[in-house]
């Protein structure tokens, strides 16, 4: 669920004459994602093997094809034997007298004859079907040319490589030896260095609305975790601390249980309405979290005051941190946003760390210890090592002088260190001006992905701001022009900056939080299918 499906590389050889048979089988195990190695182009230069050139047979099918639709297309207008498109599928069908595979050729022909003698005995149903299946025999030989192009030759015999699910290996062997006859030689191997598998991942069903806003920034590699998992739990908690409104929370509450009931209940809906249906527990994971927030800076529905905030502090070097307990707006009327601000900033410190912490997991899951020792294990230090000189020194970090003389150790463990490990390590792996290079965007982005985060205090100002500007606009107006007031700022509040604030989101968990551990250039798994015409 974190990690890929786990792959393994088929490399098979098959004689020529049953290669249809095999193409067939393995599109029907919708599991072969086929591919060319870097061996087997290496292979081709040497001239060891050859590109199959199928491109004058292809244009024999397509004629075919087209014969066949034509036919079918006179057919639904008449029950006349005496079709022109059946002298011209006749002549089409003479291109077929050279096809390796004599069992294929005499199904096309038997099929053919079944619909010819069905129109002569008035079964234009029966005729209709049998075309149509020999129109899906003829679309299979053609996929499987399709597949052939894209597959090595050498005397009479086909070589094709391709990657599938490890589960999925043992039957597949089997399948490609039975339809071969046995004149198959099949080898399974693991992924190695420089192969790039394809990715396939498995996200539980009631997290697939992450997994597409994970996917939407890239696919993960075959390395990387699986973002969607993480994505679940990160995306709703900052949502909340940006969108805090127990109101606002409870209507995003009912609308995502609305809408779990109305997809239980099944029902056909609009494309609008039917996203909203499909993705019900995801509007309750922001509701949830929502009304969380919401108690931390006691708002309801714009209200300040009528629920007391619900806060508490931690420590971190000489700064004390601020969890809630106060109201956003009351603390900019007094002009003091600096416990907001420095809230913002310890959310920001905390989603980075784990994403770098997330860095460090991958690389040690796939056995990159010296990167791991070089990268995201000297990252992270210089990371926390920042944070926490920051809140204990607060403005004294600026004053160089006394930062070297007053707090020398500090700077050593918090810095120093983890930028030598950083610059020495990567720069005898990657060379010195790589690591140089990598070292110095690490420390800037760092900085700058941090102070991003005080978006999280201006889009909680502007929420409670934008809600408490339809109260005041009500004062002095009759009860039903008040709540009508109240119920249309209700509404835009929860269209406009439910909106915005979602954008915000996604775009810290893209550009803030991914860089640090995602690069998302993984390969879609496109396995054999046949589709109208050829493969897909």
Same mark, same amino acid.
Request: charged residues 20%; proline residues 4%.
């Given at each position: ?12 050889? @098959? ?44 244009? /024999? ?32 069908? /003479? ?16 099929? #053919? ?19 149509? %299946? #020999?129109?899906?025999?003829? &679309? ?6 399709? !597949? ?12 094709? +490589? ?8 043992? %039957? ?14 099949? +080898? ?157 900033? !310890? ?7 784990? &994403?770098?912490?997330?860095? $460090? ?20 230090? #210089? ?20 930062? !070297?003389?007053?707090?020398? @150790? ?18 005898? #792996? ?19 992905? @941090? ?9 909680? $100002? ?51 939080? !991914?860089?640090?551990?995602? /690069? ?17």
């Amino acid at each position: 669920m974190i990690k890929p499906l786990k792959m393994k590389k088929i490399r098979a050889i @098959t004689y020529r004459p049953y290669f249809h048979r095999v193409a067939a089988v393995l599109a029907e195990s919708g599991v072969f994602h086929p591919f060319i190695s870097s061996e087997a182009e290496d292979w081709l230069r040497k001239g060891l093997v050859r590109r199959v050139d199928v491109s004058k047979d292809l244009s /024999k099918i397509d004629a075919i094809l087209g014969s066949i639709d034509k036919a079918a297309i006179e057919l639904s207008e008449t029950s006349s034997i005496d079709l022109p498109s059946f002298k011209s599928l006749d002549e089409a069908m /003479k291109m077929l007298e050279d096809i390796e595979d004599e069992g294929y050729l005499c199904r096309v022909k038997d099929l #053919l004859e079944e619909c010819r003698k069905s129109i002569a005995e008035g079964y234009i149903d029966t005729a209709r079907s049998s075309l149509g %299946k #020999l129109r899906d025999l003829v &679309g299979t030989y053609r996929f499987s040319l399709e !597949f052939m192009s894209s597959t090595l030759e050498v005397c009479d015999c086909i070589v094709f +490589e391709g990657w599938t699910p490890a589960g999925y290996v043992e %039957k597949l062997c089997e399948d490609i030896k039975r339809a071969s006859e046995g004149y198959s030689i099949v +080898e399974v191997a693991d992924p190695g260095e420089e192969d790039h598998p394809p990715t396939v991942i498995e996200t539980p069903r009631t997290l697939k609305v992450f997994e597409r806003l994970a996917v939407a920034y890239g696919l993960p590699s075959y390395h990387e975790f699986n973002p969607a998992i993480f994505f679940s739990i990160t995306f709703p908690i900052i949502f909340g601390l940006m969108f805090a409104d127990v109101g606002h929370g409870l209507l995003l509450l009912i609308l995502g249980l609305a809408c779990i009931r109305a997809k239980r209940m099944g029902g056909e809906y609009g494309e609008i309405i039917g996203y909203f249906v499909d993705n019900g527990l995801f509007f309750v994971s922001l509701g949830v979290s929502s009304i969380i927030g919401g108690l931390l800076y006691g708002d309801i529905f714009g209200f300040h005051g009528v629920i007391h905030p619900i806060g508490f502090s931690i420590r971190i070097g000489n700064t004390w941190i601020p969890i809630g307990g106060y109201n956003p707006v009351a603390m900019l009327e007094h002009g003091n946003l600096m416990p907001m601000f420095k809230f913002a900033l !310890f959310v920001g410190a905390i989603h980075i760390t784990l &994403g770098l912490l997330i860095n $460090l997991a991958v690389k040690l899951v796939n056995r990159e210890y010296l990167e791991a020792l070089t990268e995201p294990i000297p990252w992270l230090w #210089l990371y926390v090592g920042l944070i926490y000189m920051v809140f204990t020194l607060k403005y004294d970090i600026f004053n160089i002088v006394n930062l !070297f003389s007053q707090h020398l @150790t500090m700077v050593i463990v918090a810095l120093v260190i983890p930028l030598a490990l950083m610059i020495l390590g990567k720069g005898l #792996l990657e060379g010195f001006m790589e690591a140089a290079s990598f070292t110095f965007e690490a420390v800037i982005s760092t900085i700058g992905n @941090t102070v991003s985060y005080g978006r999280v205090m201006a889009l909680l $100002l502007s929420h409670g701001m934008m809600s408490s500007m339809f109260i005041q606009l009500s004062h002095g107006m009759s009860l039903p022009v008040q709540i009508a007031v109240i119920a249309l700022g209700t509404f835009l509040v929860m269209f406009i900056e439910g909106l915005i604030v979602f954008v915000h989101t996604v775009r810290l968990h893209w550009v803030e939080w !991914f860089s640090k551990f995602y /690069k998302g250039e993984g390969i879609e798994f496109k396995p054999l299918r046949i589709g109208k015409g050829g493969y897909v």
